[in-house]
Structures are given as structure tokens and as C-alpha cells.
């Protein structure tokens, strides 16, 4: 079992930079690939940026040179950091954790976290 506590959001204008922390714990979060999603009012949830066991991230096209994930195993963190902040950028964002072990899947979420970006 992991339990994932986000953190870091709040309102900032057009242009500012947010970074959210994505704390684990239950587990050795080293063995998980770790993604951050968002869902904005009346939308679907969407992968913004995710970073494999190894250290390899891929970003969703919209958030590509102003988002950045990274990871810090000892302590059990996952992070985003969002510069260039665009109105469109505002939603619940969530941390996510997944392991596929003998075959079986694991995956976690976080309870999210608001992002406002103001025009």
C-alpha cells in the first residue's frame, strides 16, 4: 500500500511558476513509476508528465518546456515544476504511483491538489 500527499498548489498569475512535492509513503516508491495528472472542471483527467523507476519522463504536448518532474528516492518525493503558467493550466492536479509485479498491477493516487492560474 502507498499513500501519496500532494502539495505546493495555489493561485498565481499568467506567466508564474508553481512547484507541487508529491510525498509516498507505505512502500519503496523506487519501485513505482511515478506520473502527475490534472482534471479541470467538466473534464476528463489527463497525464501531464510522468517519470519511469529509471529516471525517463515523457510530457503530455501542452506542458512540454514549461513542466519538468523529477524524483528523489531517498526521500520518497516526486515533484513538478511549472513555469510559464498558462490560464489553461488550472485544475485539480494529482500524483500517481504504479508497479506491475508478477503480473499484477499496482497504482495509487493522491487526494490532489489546486492549481489556479489567473489571467
Known amino acids: 500500500q502507498v499513500q501519496l500527499v500532494e502539495s505546493g498548489g495555489g493561485l498565481v498569475q499568467t506567466g508564474g511558476s508553481l512547484r507541487l512535492s508529491c510525498a509516498a509513503s507505505g512502500s519503496i516508491i523506487a519501485l513505482y513509476a511515478l506520473g502527475w495528472y490534472r482534471q479541470a472542471p467538466g473534464k476528463q483527467r489527463e497525464s501531464v508528465a510522468r517519470i519511469t523507476s529509471s529516471g525517463t519522463t515523457n510530457y503530455a504536448d501542452s506542458v512540454k518546456g514549461r513542466f519538468t518532474t523529477s524524483r528523489d528516492d531517498a526521500k520518497n518525493t516526486v515533484y513538478l515544476q511549472m513555469n510559464n503558467l498558462k490560464p489553461e493550466d488550472t485544475a485539480v492536479y494529482f500524483c500517481?504511483?504504479?508497479?506491475?509485479?508478477?503480473?499484477?498491477?499496482?497504482?495509487?493516487w493522491g487526494q490532489g491538489t489546486q492549481v489556479t492560474v489567473s489571467s
Open positions: 500517481n504511483a504504479i508497479r506491475t509485479y508478477w503480473g499484477a498491477k499496482y497504482e495509487y
